[in-house]
């Protein structure tokens, strides 16, 4: 009797014992945590090195917030409502692996209960359909908790409100997936299938699915998954591009527009030649799409480089029903464009230069496409310019990324503004297909020679090299010293004749030194010239009247 109260009794025990699940451990020191999901447990404090037993206090937090702290020793736990458990294998206050160093530090682990956890995926068969298509949607549930997962009920709804589907099951254990048919060999997913309605304009359709479930406490768990697919209006648009296209050549773009409604529509059909591509129209149509029937529109397209991968962007067509307005776009081809292409650069080693100075000019060529191509440049040394080193001619083979160089000097003889002409690059891709293009132009400013400063000759050196100077016109004022006017002739002296005025040179001046700065020299002897004249010119009428 007491053996069979005792298994009774042990039965019961283990019926109510908790069945943990994931755990995480780790050795704290001072200020650390050990982290797991939601909760955290931070090594708050120890006792000190002298104190027994030695223990420590953790503080535990779920999500961020502190929920309980405890001070324990080796071999100690606590649990919180059967949901998460602390235990403390040790507590030490020595390293014996850093040699005896007093740091202490608790080995703790972490453990919450074991839950049950649904993954829902949803897949659609298909990641578009036109109104009136069949719609095929599995449902894939499975356990991926440590528990199991008890009366399950599952519900699977569509925003906008399409159809309404409810599943249940009493149960399913850790790592199973649930099985809509357990009658057959293999798991079968759950399946739904129903035909999508004609909406005005595209729509897009989500799909929800919600599972809720309760684990071995009787606690309440839900799971979601969902998925979405696009539902296509009465007006489809395709946009259809050659994969392949060569560089510097046309290519053919051609628009479609498919109306699968059973009413006529007004369409206004837009596109766009995008960033790396050059249109040879305006690409605006207006056109009327009938029930049933389609519209195309063509036009062609250059590219503006060579690359792989270039991306054309989508056409819209934009229509109304009932008031309201509806935009369709279509696809975005992509086309790989093949072909050399020939970057130039010109530059001179300076724009400013003196008569007979020396300019280097330099040409480069880069092969920026994704095909070899030969390249030749030649460069013309205008008359007024001579050419002191280096080549004017070049032509080379450039593979996809490479680059060639001409480089050559040349100088002017004389002053002035000189042009460098732009330069025409011919090259050619291995079909035979040339190309022609022109680097920039170049200025050039060859300056005049310095000469040297004529003011800051001085009196001196002017009076040796016979120049008269300001005191020398002073006393020749307006070369009147010649004589001229006078019937006088020369002094007894040698001087000049000329009255006063040779007198105050002769002798005033000399009385009166030098002149002094800033003094208006031989103001006086103009004034005697002056009378004189007008005295000679008088006598000179009397005489003949």
């Known amino acids: 009797m007491r053996g069979l109260l005792a298994c009774l009794f042990l039965a019961s025990m283990i019926g109510a014992a908790v069945e943990w699940g994931d755990r995480t451990e780790g050795e704290l020191r001072w200020g650390e945590t050990l982290q797991m999901g939601e909760y955290s447990l931070e090594a708050a404090d120890f006792t000190p090195e002298d104190k027994t037993p030695r223990m420590v206090m953790l503080n535990l937090r779920k999500d961020g917030e502190l929920i309980a702290t405890r001070a324990l020793k080796s071999g100690d736990s606590f649990s919180l409502d059967d949901e998460v458990m602390v235990v403390v294998e040790e507590v030490r206050m020595t390293d014996r692996l850093a040699g005896g160093s007093a740091e202490p530090r608790a080995e703790v682990l972490l453990q919450v ?16 359909y036109e109104g009136g298509d069949r719609v095929k949607l599995e449902i894939e549930v499975e356990n991926a908790g440590m528990a199991e997962a008890e009366d399950l009920e599952m519900e699977v709804t569509f925003d906008p409100q399409i159809v309404s589907s409810r599943y249940t099951q009493s149960d399913l254990a850790p790592g199973e997936v649930w099985d809509d048919d357990p009658d057959t060999g293999e798991i079968d997913p759950i399946e739904l299938s129903f035909v999508v309605p004609s909406f005005p304009g595209p729509q897009t359709v989500h799909v929800m699915a919600t599972a809720h479930y309760l684990d071995s406490e009787g606690d ?7 998925t979405s697919f696009e539902v296509f209006g009465p007006l489809k648009v395709y946009k259809y591009a050659e994969d392949e296209m060569n560089f510097g050549e046309r290519s053919f773009v051609h628009l479609s527009v498919r109306n699968v409604g059973n009413c006529s529509l007004e369409v206004e059909l837009s596109d766009s030649p995008g960033r790396d591509f050059r249109a040879d129209s305006n690409l605006e149509w207006n056109m009327t799409v009938p029930p049933s029937g389609t519209q195309t529109a063509s036009y062609t397209v250059t590219a503006k480089k060579p690359g792989y991968g270039q991306i054309l962007p989508p056409a819209e067509a934009a229509y109304s029903i009932d008031g309201m307005t509806y935009s369709v776009g279509s696809a ?18 300076s724009t400013m ?9 330099t040409l480069t060529a880069t092969n920026a496409g994704n095909r070899r191509t030969k390249v030749s440049m030649k460069e013309t040394v205008q008359a007024e310019a001579s050419l002191t080193s280096g080549e004017t001619e070049l032509s080379r083979l450039l593979l996809p990324g ?15 503004r000189f042009e460098i002409p732009a330069t025409v690059i011919c090259y050619q891709d291995d079909d035979g297909t040339s190309c022609n293009l022109e680097s920039s132009r170049l200025r050039i400013t060859v300056e005049e020679e310095e000469e040297p400063n004529s003011t800051s000759t001085s009196a001196a050196d002017l009076e040796d090299a016979g120049t008269p100077t300001e005191e020398g016109a002073a006393s020749d004022p307006a070369g009147m010293g010649t004589g001229v006017g006078s019937d006088e ?11 006063i005025a040779g007198d105050e040179r002769g002798e005033g001046a000399e009385k009166a030194g030098p002149l002094q700065e800033g003094s208006r020299p031989g103001g ?22």
């Open 489 to 499: 002739g020369p002094g007894d002296d040698g001087r000049p004749a000329g009255g």
């Open 220 to 226: 309440l768990h839900e799971s979601r998954g969902m």
């Open 353 to 361: 230069v003196r008569p007979g100075e020396s300019v280097t000019v």
């Open 113 to 128: 209960r074991a839950v049950p956890e649904l993954v829902i995926r949803v897949v659609s068969e298909e990641d578009s």
């Open 402 to 416: 490479e680059s060639a160089a001409l480089v050559y000097a040349i100088s002017w003889d004389e002053p002035g």
């Open 524 to 545: 006086g002897s103009i004034l005697w010239g002056l009378s004189a004249l007008i005295l000679i010119i008088f006598v000179a009428l009397d005489r003949y009247l």
């Open 332 to 349: 975005s081809p992509v086309i790989d464009v093949i072909g050399p292409l020939v970057e130039v650069e010109k530059k001179a080693s």
